[in-house]
């Protein structure tokens, strides 16, 4: 009887350590296109000022080549604890640097921030409530600047979708009015 409980033992010992080596905790990697950089220190300085820490430093991916033909600008995958996010380079996602801002805080929101649903609800003048808005992609952005004068500046904007990022119960302004 004893012989067989140490040959038990033994081998619980052995899935034991079998099982000690296989749950080693996951590596992970920073990698981010210098040009995309400034996204990110804007993303983790905007956390800091509303008293939220974000250390990405050393678990963050971003890298081009999302081939959708057009129906995403971006997604944001979860390989383990390693977060990354795929970007498609094309026009309609990059027209300019504020809609690039936009929509790098978007995939950051659902990577760093795990906001992972879209929040498609309007304010009540009809802008997106959210920068999380899977529709819209220029909240803040001049894309369609029908006065043919090139003033438009919607940056006035900018300060409640920062907030409503970090916090998606931020109320109304009182632009959206």
Known sequence: MRK????SAGILLIFWMLFAACTKEQETIYSVPDEL?????????????????????NNLIIEYGLNTEGILCGSCVFVGKQLKIEINQQNKCWSD????????LHM??????R???HDDA????????SLMNGEFIDQYACIF?????????????RDYYLDELFDPDTPAPDWAK
């Open 108 to 113: 950051l929101g659902h990577c760093a921030l």
């Open 97 to 104: 640097k504020i809609t690039q801002e936009a929509l790098m």
């Open 145 to 157: 600047d029908l006065s043919g004068e090139n003033n438009c500046n919607n940056l006035y904007k």
């Open 115 to 117: 906001r992972i649903d």
């Open 122 to 129: 309007l304010l009540p003048n009809g802008d997106a409530k």
């Open 4 to 7: 067989h409980f140490l040959s």
């Open 37 to 57: 950089q400034s996204f990110v220190d804007t993303l983790v300085s905007k956390a800091a000022q509303r008293g939220v820490r974000l250390e990405l430093s």
